[in-house]
């Protein structure tokens, strides 16, 4: 590896706490270095966010009660399973379901373009085609309980993109395709390949030489450009150097990613096999799932989104034996037979979600405990009835203890439209994030 | 005076040819400012239009927009040139004073705007030159991706490989904005790792697979790039990285994004030819659909499909490396057969009527055999090779000399390649002399000095220099080059720049006419024009389909190709650029002819007319903007309003203020039916008819043209007549395309103006200030002698002293810091 003796010296200084060096110190270096010694010992709350479009089937159509295929009849402990949820019956221990929440600002004209940014900010965009939105609740966690690991949050997607309702002529497409904001005109994209993915999280290379011919590589080429950038700040003027900062920034913060990657031991992650050709639906879904796993394992990022289908997905579930495609089914006209059909489509991704619980659960973390213990995962979906469009009730649920914060096995019932972001906030509490309000927060669900 | 706090919308509407030449040779002439009739006491006598007009608001109590004329002097106006050229664009707009109350004659309005613009000329040839800041350009996706062409021969694909950029001021290489987050410098190393393997080249590559979509791709008509005869599918190029196996799989369907997509499979009943060629010849032949097919799938229903599918999957094919046209097409059937005109039946499904590719994948190499001949890219990269050890530095030292001058657009001296041959080194070391060249491309395309255009010359120091320098001829070399091809210079340019000739106005200008006439000029229709008028949004806007069941993606791409040939006609043919308002003249093929009412074009390929109808005229009739214009199930005299005062006028209106109401939602019962009714309370509310009154007569005059910009009477769901009457705010009635063109070119320097602050906006990658103002208005007087030629505003913003010129950073704290080293 090529590195000459000036910069070496530089990243020595790096790695040994990040005071006097000559360029400015820039906050992503500070946490690198003194939070490395405090992952092992206290292992912080992961969280999770889990994005299902277009609703469930429950107590919102007009057959009512009679349709109902996702809120338990019981509330409190030992509450019941609807068929959507039954595959989830094995972990109700670390399931919380709750019920009566509402998310008016995610009401407009627009019936898909604007529901998947408002769910976890509870926030009105702004009617532009350059975004403008609420800051997200899983942006909010990983700027406070992010910032430690390679990864200061993770976003994933099974499909690049639904079709065109997922974008509108009033609020553009940035609202569509996203459930990720990290500041207003900053929607994060959702990463749907996974070989990309697995570089974001893991490095590029397909075994650890290769990785870790990879990481060498860019040791040398950040070493290289990190010289350039200071050459041509000496040569610029105030206003340009503001630039060449923010260079010198990211610089910092990839080198930051790369010895953290490189500190961490792989050794005990079963890391996925990822197919060269794109795998079918079910197995993608799965391989994502699995990158969650892993990456929460070997503790890349604290911090998961994930989109499990694109709004307005046409994705068809003939793996479950339902050729129709997602959206078009979702349009189901108040009519049965389509209906159950959409419920083998939800029930199906319970089941993903139970398949995925269980990995969590059989990873031991911390004392004692699995990392399903010391997680705080929201699944559930920002539409109730996928044929009116609504956003009430929201079909919700917990899974995870968040170290013990979260007691689990109840299903708590809210008044009709309870604000979705007096959940939202009362999680980032429950994960140790300082947070006064969240969108249209009014308070807290204690109960939780 | 305070100054105003908002943004205010630019442009306008105005002034006559003789007095703007009046103001613009007052400007070139410095000496103007020692005429007889001293600016200010000219200007003295207009001076009652603002006590008159624009006090009543405007005044120390009222200060509306924080503004205030009650102390204004004409000898104001040197002192605070930023406020007053604000009051140009407001009167020059017709934004003020406010529709709806008295205003000036138009004429009143028109000697005091150029009496205004008369004395800020004065002023700045006074003040002397103030070029403005412009920040080091980090090169953008387009660039880059031009940038790797000319270095190697091969197209990368940008959209994969490097993330998007952030666009300002309308222009995605505002330098300001193209910053550099993790996730860019993340995928700028990988790029120029990715780069840098595909470019050298390795003998067995990894398995990988690439994937082609054809979403927005048509499939009844030919698609550019593949073979006559055919009819849809989709032509790429594709680098296959090593002699070997590849395997190539299709998609096929008939609607996008849901190739499992339910019943019915109408599309199969039918026998469809298609072929793969690749570089034109064919490599694979089969039939979908017909008897046999539609048996299967009605016997074996969706395992059927799959069982069809599979004839087209992993069809293995030898190809050797190197860069080659991967082809995929369905064999065009007589048009009688019908795969035209097969229209969607169920609303908002349509009927899947013939199948279409919308996919491509590649996977390979398998049994991979190394690189037999030689590359493109390997042609360029080694232009030594050594026979033996000793011979190998040396050869990697000029191999990087070779690389760098074209990467770093300049010559290149000892450090610039010793961090390149410190790479070779260790790459070396772990490798063979092929390793080594490999790991310096890579630093070469990671390098600062490949992606960034920042080499400012030494400005001139002391406390006496000027408060502005003359950039250098290299740095202008590269500002012309990026300005006119969207790439770095060629050897001629940089040539002339190393004998320091470039900064010869003659030269620069016999540069500037042979960059123009280069093809590489293109780039000023597909990435200046098309960012200009916003049709690259064309893409983004799905019409809805219950209400347009004939927009279909043929439509789209006809539309894009219209633009593209339209604008090209116009800029790089040397006519007046007001013929793009009212050009008698488009390019059609039959599907877009039909669109239009022309029904005497026959066949795919895109041909020019002559228009007939009048009301096609221009860039106004053109179904591109008038789709970008409209919400996808209606048209919005708002949206085209403000589309023609934002591109084609360069006046913007200023987005809704804090505290007006904008509910227009009409009360139960009362209901409009047509668009112009649910405006009208635009009008009867003076606080939206401030702007309003502006904005919607522009759009109101296109009314007839729908969302899909079909000419239409009536509207659509109740059969109630179109009515596009309007008044402009300046008092000139329109009632139609025809009579908007003509208000908008009555006087030419309005669209001309906007089309130099565009183009002189893009050329500089900043936004223009009002210091850039006086130039602007000069250029367009020059430009004016040359009858509005595109080139000679591109030659006039050559010239001016923004492009040329570079203002000296002012010293802050930081110098301190920076004096005492790192």
């Avoid at chain 2, 021969?153 to 940008?158: E, H, L």
């Avoid at chain 2, 000739?501 to 200046?528: C, H, I, K, Y």
């Avoid at chain 2, 049709?535 to 983004?540: G, I, L, T």
């Avoid at chain 2, 203020?657 to 047509?674: C, K, Y």
């Amino acid at each position: 590896m090529f590195i000459t003796k000036k910069h070496l010296s530089r990243r020595t200084l790096l790695q040994a706490g990040g005071a006097s060096i000559g360029l400015p110190l820039l906050s992503a270096m500070v946490p690198a270095a003194t939070a490395l010694a405090q992952t092992a010992a206290a292992p912080r709350p992961r969280m999770g966010f889990f994005y299902l479009p277009h609703g469930a089937i429950m107590d919102n159509t007009r057959f009512g009660a009679e349709m109902n295929r996702w809120t338990p009849d019981i509330e409190g402990r030992d509450f019941d399973f609807k068929p959507i949820l039954e595959p989830l019956a094995p972990h109700r221990d670390h399931l919380t379901v709750v019920s009566g929440l509402g998310n008016k600002p995610a009401e407009s004209s627009a019936v898909h373009a604007i529901v998947p940014a408002t769910w976890l900010s509870c926030e009105h965009p702004r009617q532009s085609h350059a975004p403008f939105a609420g800051v997200t609740v899983d942006q909010i966690a990983a700027a406070h309980i992010g910032q430690d690991t390679p990864l200061p949050s993770l976003e994933l997607a099974t499909e690049e993109e639904g079709g065109g309702a997922a974008c509108d002529g009033t609020y553009g497409c940035s609202y569509g395709r996203t459930i990720s904001f990290r500041a207003p005109t900053t929607p994060m994209p959702m990463e749907y390949e996974p070989r990309k993915a697995f570089e974001k999280i893991f490095g590029r290379g397909k075994t650890p030489e290769q990785r870790s011919e990879v990481a060498n590589d860019y040791r040398s080429l950040l070493d290289m450009v990190a010289g350039e950038a200071a050459d041509l700040k000496r040569k610029l003027g105030p206003a340009d150097r503001i630039l060449v900062d923010d260079y010198l920034e990211s610089v910092r913060e990839i080198e930051r990613r790369i010895e953290l990657l490189g500190q961490r031991d792989l050794s005990a992650v079963a890391l996925p096999e990822i197919p060269v050709a794109r795998p079918d639906f079910d197995d993608l879904i799965r391989l994502m799932h699995d990158l969650v796993v892993a990456a929460f394992q070997a503790n890349m990022t604290r911090i998961v989104s994930i989109m499990l289908a694109a709004e307005v997905s046409n994705q068809p579930y003939t793996h479950v034996g339902i050729p129709d495609a997602f959206h078009p089914l979702s349009h189901h006209a108040e009519n049965k037979g389509s209906m159950e059909k959409l419920v083998v489509v939800q029930r199906y991704h319970s089941q993903v979600f139970a398949d995925f619980l269980a990995k969590l659960a059989a990873i031991p973390d911390g004392d004692g405990g699995s990392i399903l213990d010391n997680s705080i995962l929201l699944y559930g979906s920002n539409m109730s009835n996928s044929n009116s469009h609504n956003n009430f009730p929201l079909p919700t649920l917990i899974a995870g203890r968040g170290s013990g914060t979260i007691e689990g096995n109840r299903h708590l019932r809210y008044p009709d439209r309870t604000p979705l972001a007096n959940l939202l906030l009362t999680l980032l509490k429950r994960a140790g994030v300082p947070a006064e309000s969240v969108g249209d927060s009014s308070g807290e669900l204690t109960e939780v | 005076m305070t100054r105003f706090r908002r943004r205010v919308p630019k442009r306008s509407r105005v002034h006559p040819l003789r007095t703007a030449a009046a103001v613009v040779g007052c400007a070139l002439l410095a000496a103007c400012a020692q005429r007889d009739i001293p600016p200010e006491a000219a200007l003295a006598a207009h001076w009652p239009i603002l006590d008159g007009y624009c006090a009543d608001c405007h005044n120390d109590t009222e200060y509306a927009a924080e503004f205030s004329f009650d102390a204004a002097e004409p000898a104001d106006i040197a002192a605070d040139p930023e406020t007053w050229e604000k009051v140009v664009r407001k009167l020059r707009g017709d934004l003020m004073p406010p529709p709806g109350g008295p205003r000036p004659d138009a004429e009143r309005v028109d000697a005091f705007v150029a009496s205004l613009g008369d004395a800020l000329d004065a002023a700045a040839a006074i003040r002397g030159p103030m070029p403005g800041h412009v920040s080091p350009h980090r090169l953008n996706r387009t660039e880059y991706a031009r940038a790797i062409e000319d270095l190697f021969g091969f197209r990368i694909d940008a959209a994969a490989l490097l993330p998007n950029d952030i666009a300002s001021e309308g222009f995605d290489n505002i330098a300001e904005v193209l910053g550099v987050s993790p996730t860019h410098l993340d995928q700028y190393l990988a790029a120029a790792r990715d780069i840098s393997i595909r470019a050298v080249g390795e003998a067995v590559p990894e398995l990988t697979r690439a994937y082609y979509r054809s979403e927005r791709e048509n499939r009844t008509m030919h698609v550019a790039g593949l073979p006559l005869g055919t009819r849809g599918g989709l032509a790429v190029g594709h680098y296959f990285p090593a002699d070997g196996e590849y395997d190539i799989s299709l998609n096929i369907s008939s609607i996008p994004g849901a190739e499992l997509r339910g019943y019915p499979y109408g599309w199969l009943e039918y026998r469809h030819r298609l072929v793969v060629t690749i570089d034109g010849i064919k490599v694979f032949e089969d039939f979908i659909g017909g008897e046999e097919d539609s048996r299967t799938l009605d016997q074996e229903q969706i395992q059927g499909v799959e069982r069809i599918r599979d004839r087209f999957r992993n069809i293995r094919v030898s190809v050797k490396a190197g860069q080659r046209n991967v082809a995929a097409s369905f064999i065009a059937r007589s048009l009688a057969e019908g795969d035209y005109l097969l229209q969607s039946l169920t609303p908002g499904e349509g009927v899947p009527d013939v199948p279409r590719l919308y996919g491509l994948e590649i996977i390979g190499p398998y049994n991979a055999t190394g690189i037999g001949e030689s590359t493109v890219s390997r042609d360029r990269i080694f232009v030594c090779y050594p026979r033996e050890q000793g011979a190998e530095r040396p050869c990697a030292r000029e191999i990087f000399a070779n690389l760098a001058t074209r990467a770093f657009r300049r010559p290149v001296d000892a450090a610039d390649i010793d961090p390149l041959l410190g790479f070779y080194d260790a790459g070396r070391n772990d490798g063979d002399f092929e390793a080594g060249i490999q790991k310096g491309v890579m630093a070469l395309l990671a390098s600062t000095k490949f992606l960034y255009r920042a080499e400012p010359g030494d400005a001139p120091a002391g406390p006496d220099a000027a408060s502005a320098y003359a950039v250098s001829d290299l740095e202008l070399a590269w500002r012309l080059a990026f300005f006119i091809w969207s790439q770095g210079p060629d050897e001629t340019l940089l040539e002339l720049a190393e004998q320091g000739r470039l900064g010869d106005p003659d030269v620069l200008e016999a540069q500037a006419g042979r960059m123009l006439a280069d093809r590489r000029s293109s780039s000023l229709v597909t990435n200046f024009a098309f960012q200009w008028l916003a049709v690259r949004r064309v893409e983004m806007i799905d019409p809805d389909p219950r209400l347009y069941p004939n927009f279909d993606e043929d439509l789209r791409s006809a539309f894009r190709e219209e633009m593209a040939l339209f604008l090209d006609s116009i800029l790089r043919e040397e006519r007046s650029v007001l013929d793009l308002l009212t050009a008698n003249h488009t390019f059609v093929n039959e599907r877009l002819a039909r669109h239009y009412g022309i029904d005497t074009v026959r066949g795919d390929r895109f041909r020019r007319v002559e228009l007939a109808d009048s009301r096609r005229f221009g860039l106004f009739g053109k179904a591109s903007i008038l789709m970008v214009t409209s919400y996808p199930d209606r048209t919005s005299p708002v949206l085209r309003g403000a589309w023609i005062m934002e591109h084609i006028l360069a006046t913007p209106p200023a987005s809704v203020p804090a505290g007006v109401e904008t509910d227009l939602t009409p009360a139960p019962g009362d209901i409009p039916r047509t668009v112009r009714e649910r405006l009208a309370r635009h009008r009867t509310e003076p606080s939206c008819n401030h702007c309003h009154g502006v904005i919607d007569p522009l759009g109101q005059a296109l009314e007839n043209f729908n969302v899909i910009g079909e000419w239409r009477t009536h509207e659509r769901d109740n059969g109630l007549p179109i009515d596009s009457s309007g008044t402009l705010a300046g008092g000139m009635p329109v009632n139609d395309p025809e009579e908007l063109r003509r208000a908008l070119t009555a006087e030419p320097e309005l669209f001309v103006q906007a089309l130099a602050e565009k183009l002189m906006t893009y050329a500089l990658g900043r936004g223009l200030e009002y210091y850039d103002m006086p130039s602007v208005r000069a250029i367009v007087a020059d430009a004016a002698a040359a009858g509005y030629s595109f080139d000679s505003l591109v030659l006039g913003i050559a010239r001016s002293e923004a492009f040329r010129m570079r203002a000296v950073p002012e010293p802050d704290a930081e110098d301190a810091l920076q004096a005492r080293g790192d």
